[in-house]
């Protein structure tokens, strides 16, 4: 079957330690997939998607980086947090016409 | 660019009554249009959505949304609330990417 699993889905990280929230998918190839971060009232800022090994498409300068080393994972990272990453971190997966799936999330507290 | 509102932050409606949730699109042709629903916590989950053909589209749990191209509108209705619809609520728009509303909180009162 095809799933989608993201995870952890909770962290609490220091200010200036380094993230890394993985996701990876099933049941499916060369996958499109998508970072969103979601902030209190603001929707869903859509950061990184990549429709490929190694082929990353950033949205939003910031703190932070993607990367796809495998077809079906793809990596968010920071090298060093900031207050301002504190959110709530969705994968998602481009099913064609069927939408995205999303993954369950992880909700990031930088303290 | 294309942008997505949602006007309505929060609404409020009583178990049984009808229920509209408006979403108002800006974008350069007829994109895939979708509504999303997410409980607290959690991902988000497919309600819905329109690619082309009949503009009534019916989705899960009850609900349905018509399409308005005159309008670029995409609302989502409910004939009758259940507590358990109560959840945020996302419209969205697009093809390859797409673009989120900031949500609608929807509150269920017995």
């Known amino acids: 079957s095809q799933t989608i699993h993201q995870w952890p889905a909770t962290l609490v990280q220091p200010v200036g330690s380094p993230l890394s929230l993985e996701c990876t998918v099933e049941?499916?190839?060369?996958?499109?997939l998508y970072w969103y971060r979601q902030a209190a009232g603001r929707g869903l800022q859509l950061l990184f998607y990549?429709?490929?090994?190694?082929?990353i498409s950033s949205e939003v300068p910031q703190n932070l980086s993607a990367s796809r080393p495998q077809d079906r994972q793809f990596i968010l990272s920071s090298k060093k947090l900031l207050l301002s990453d504190s959110g709530f971190y969705l994968c998602?997966?481009?099913?064609?016409?069927?939408?995205?799936?999303f993954g369950s999330g992880t909700r990031l507290t930088v303290v | 660019a294309q942008s997505v509102t949602q006007p309505d932050i929060h609404i409020t409606v009583s178990e049984g009554a009808s229920l509209e949730l408006r979403c108002n699109y800006s974008?350069?042709?007829?994109?895939?249009l979708f509504w999303y629903v997410q409980s607290p916590g959690q991902g988000l989950q497919l309600l819905l959505k329109?690619?082309?053909?009949?503009?009534l589209v019916q989705g899960i749990k009850g609900f349905e949304a018509e399409f308005k191209r005159s309008q670029s509108s995409f609302n989502l209705r409910k004939p009758s609330v259940h507590w358990s619809d109560a959840a945020e609520y996302f419209c969205?728009?697009?093809?390859?990417?797409?673009?989120f509303g900031t949500g609608t909180r929807l509150t269920i009162i017995p």
């Open positions: 998602a997966w481009l099913r064609g016409q069927y939408g995205y799936t």
């Open positions: 329109y690619f082309s053909g009949d503009t």
């Open positions: 990549s429709v490929g090994i190694g082929q």
């Open positions: 049941g499916t190839s060369n996958p499109n």
């Open positions: 969205a728009v697009g093809y390859e990417v797409l673009t």
């Open positions: 974008y350069g042709a007829t994109p895939y």
